[in-house]
């Protein structure tokens, strides 16, 4: 099972990571808007459609207030995990609770743990420049169920802008950055379960999104995300 919530982690973290709010930048974006990211493995082979929607833009405290429902749906057409989060744009910078990364399928199958959360949030400037390192991200997860305990880690970390450069994909040609870091997530429930990634992103000015994500485990890649539609 953990290794499954760690799993589900990554899909939803390379979908939603590095997303930039356009409010921020003197853009618009309205309620009803959305974006289809496809994810294949490492084969190339379509394995989930992950569907962002913008249900809500609000204004808190100075904020920007954008409220985003996810869906992932496999190749079949089913659903296979859906969530609402929010993320919060002031000023030039755009800054998402890790903890909103965890489905409400993902928080019932830990419900009898009594689960807490700790996290650095994940925040992106509005504009990169090559060479810059962006600020590093972290859910810290405790819980017990009697005599159970349980304890989910993840950290993003070494996250660079290394060039700038063409891309071609489904929704698209941009002039694109490529952004490099590293992700780590873990889980103890009596035997210790890690998963170590090293992503490749690429984002181009204006887009809320990325428009590509390799993902690699010891060096080898195991999976991509592409930009597939925008409406």
């Keep these: 099972m953990m290794k499954n919530i760690l799993l589900s982690f990554l899909l939803v973290m390379v979908g939603v990571c590095t997303l930039k709010a356009q409010d921020c930048m003197g853009f618009n974006m309205k309620a009803g808007s959305g974006f289809d990211m496809n994810s294949y493995d490492a084969k190339g082979k379509l394995i989930t ?47 998402m609770d890790a903890k909103s990364l965890i489905s409400s399928e993902q928080m019932k199958s830990l419900e009898s743990f009594q689960m807490k959360f700790t996290s650095d949030d994940i925040e992106y400037p509005a504009k990169l420049t090559v060479g810059e390192k962006l600020k590093d991200a972290s859910l810290k997860g405790e819980g017990t169920s009697g005599p159970l305990a349980i304890t989910t880690n993840m950290l993003i970390f070494n996250r660079k802008v290394e060039s700038q450069e063409k891309l071609t994909i489904p929704a698209g040609t941009f002039d694109a950055y490529k952004v490099t870091s590293d992700m780590t997530m873990e889980s103890q429930m009596g035997m210790k379960i890690k998963l170590d990634f090293q992503t490749v992103s690429y984002r181009a000015p204006n887009i809320l999104w ?12 195991v999976g991509t995300t592409e930009l597939s539609k925008i409406y």
């Design 49 to 95: 459609t992950m569907r962002y929607k913008i249900a809500n833009v609000s204004n808190e405290a100075g904020a920007v207030v954008y409220t985003i429902d996810f869906e992932s749906v496999n190749s079949k057409g089913k659903s296979e995990m859906k969530n609402t989060y929010k993320m919060r744009c002031k000023g030039n910078t755009l800054s």
């Design 210 to 221: 990325d428009l590509k994500t390799e993902s690699y485990r010891k060096g080898k890649l």
